[in-house]
C-alpha cells in the first residue's frame, strides 16, 4: 500500500470510528464562534442591566455595585491581592465619576466546550469593557485594557490563560 492510500485509509479508520463511539471532531472556528456568542450575552446582559438601574447608578454607583447578584467588586484585587476573585459573573475593575458621569470598567469570562470522548476541547476567553452612565442618555460601551483603579491588569487575569477577546471583536447589538 502506498503511503497516500495509508493516509486515506487511516483517516477514513477515524471518521468511522468517531461515528461508532459518537465522537466527532471539534470545529475551533466553531468553539471561537461559540465563545464570542458567550461573551457578547454577557457584556449585553451586564449592559442592559446597568440601564435598567441608571439613575440608581448615578446616584450612587457603590451602593448599586453593593446590591448587584451579577457584578463583583474586583477594585482591591490589583497586585498581589490575596482575597478572592469574585465569582459573579461580571468583576468590576475601577470606577470613575463625576457629576454628571459614571464609569464602569468591567470583565467578563466565559467557557465553551464542544466535541466529546477522544476530541474534547475547551476555550475560555475574558473580554474587558468600560460603561459609561449618563443621566440623560443611554448607556455607551467603551473598549478597555483591563487596568483597575490603581492603573495596573488584577494578577487574575494577568497570570490567567484564558484569551482576551477585544471588545471590538464581539457581535454586539449596541453602538
Known amino acids: 500500500m502506498t503511503t497516500a492510500r ?10 468511522a470510528a468517531s461515528g461508532v463511539c459518537g465522537c466527532a471532531l471539534t470545529d475551533s472556528a466553531q468553539l471561537e464562534k461559540d465563545l464570542v ?11 442592559d442591566g446597568i440601564e435598567l ?10 451602593d448599586v455595585i453593593a446590591g448587584s447578584d451579577v457584578i463583583g467588586d474586583a477594585r482591591s484585587l490589583s497586585g498581589g491581592s490575596e482575597a478572592t476573585w469574585p465569582v459573579e459573573p461580571s468583576a468590576l475593575l475601577a470606577m470613575g465619576r463625576t457629576a454628571e ?13 464542544g466535541g466529546g470522548g477522544l476530541s474534547y476541547e475547551a476555550l475560555s476567553g475574558r473580554v474587558c469593557f468600560t460603561i459609561e452612565v449618563r443621566a440623560d442618555s443611554p448607556v455607551e460601551l467603551l473598549p478597555s485594557d483591563c487596568r483597575g483603579d490603581d492603573g495596573r491588569i488584577p494578577d487574575h487575569i494577568a497570570e490567567s490563560e484564558e484569551t482576551i477577546v477585544p471588545l471590538s471583536e464581539l457581535e454586539l447589538t449596541r453602538s
Not at 55 to 60: Q, T
Not at 103 to 111: G, V
Open 37 to 47: 456568542a458567550e461573551l457578547t450575552y454577557r457584556v449585553e446582559s451586564v449592559t
Open 53 to 62: 438601574v441608571r439613575e440608581d447608578v448615578i446616584a450612587d454607583p457603590e
Open 6 to 15: 495509508r493516509k486515506v485509509a487511516a483517516f477514513l479508520a477515524l471518521v
Open 101 to 113: 458621569t459614571v464609569r464602569l470598567t468591567m470583565t467578563t469570562t466565559a467557557r465553551v466546550e
